[in-house]
């Protein structure tokens, strides 16, 4: 499941009201990489990290509460059988995602948005992805900037119900 064989959890509030920092981590062989937990946390940023063999996600957004979280320079993959997605992101606001990368993945979704408002992706990589989709999710508004392809089989995008109109990239590139 998505806790079980988690590296890091992040408790709600944890470090005082301190943005929760995890940076420059290498992770091998968990079911999910980071856990964060429901509940009111600002500013979470996860930077440089590489994730390899996962079984569930490399990043969980468990729930509502989460505002101006940054994901920056995340690296994902390969996953193991069973592998839901690379990112899971619930209701959250003000997600930035910039240079995440899943590679060498089969998952049921490369990066899910549940919930999750005015998020920014700026730059995501799917690179020999098998996924039903690459970016999809409900209820989520936000802006998809550069998506870059290569190997990769999978629908783009898979949004149900997005808020305040569709959301489509700026821009695609496959190699």
């Known amino acids: 499941g998505r ?24 992770f091998e062989g968990v079911g999910t990489a980071v856990f964060v937990e429901s509940g009111v946390t600002n500013g979470v940023r996860l930077e440089d990290l590489i994730v ?6 490399g990043v969980v957004f468990d729930g509502a509460g989460h ?3 940054i994901l920056r320079g ?20 003000g997600t930035l995602l910039e240079q ?10 490369g990066v899910r948005f549940d919930g999750s408002l005015g998020f920014s992706v700026k730059t995501v990589q799917f690179l020999e992805v098998r996924a039903q989709t690459l970016l999809g999710g409900d209820k989520a508004a936000g802006r998809i ?3 870059f392809l290569r190997d990769t089989e999978g629908e ?11 959301i489509q990239p700026e821009y695609t590139a496959v190699r």
């Open 100 to 109: 995440v990368t899943l590679a060498g993945s089969r998952v049921e979704q």
């Open 67 to 69: 505002r101006g979280a």
């Open 52 to 57: 390899e063999s996962f079984g569930y996600a």
């Open 145 to 147: 900037g550069w998506v």
């Open 74 to 93: 995340i690296a994902l993959g390969p996953s193991l059988d069973g592998a839901v997605c690379g990112v899971e992101l619930q209701g959250d606001e």
């Open 156 to 166: 783009l995008l898979g949004f149900t119900n997005p808020r305040g109109g569709a």
């Open 3 to 26: 806790g079980e064989k988690t590296a890091v959890r992040l408790a709600a509030g944890e470090g005082g009201g301190l943005s929760p920092s995890i940076k420059n981590v290498r």
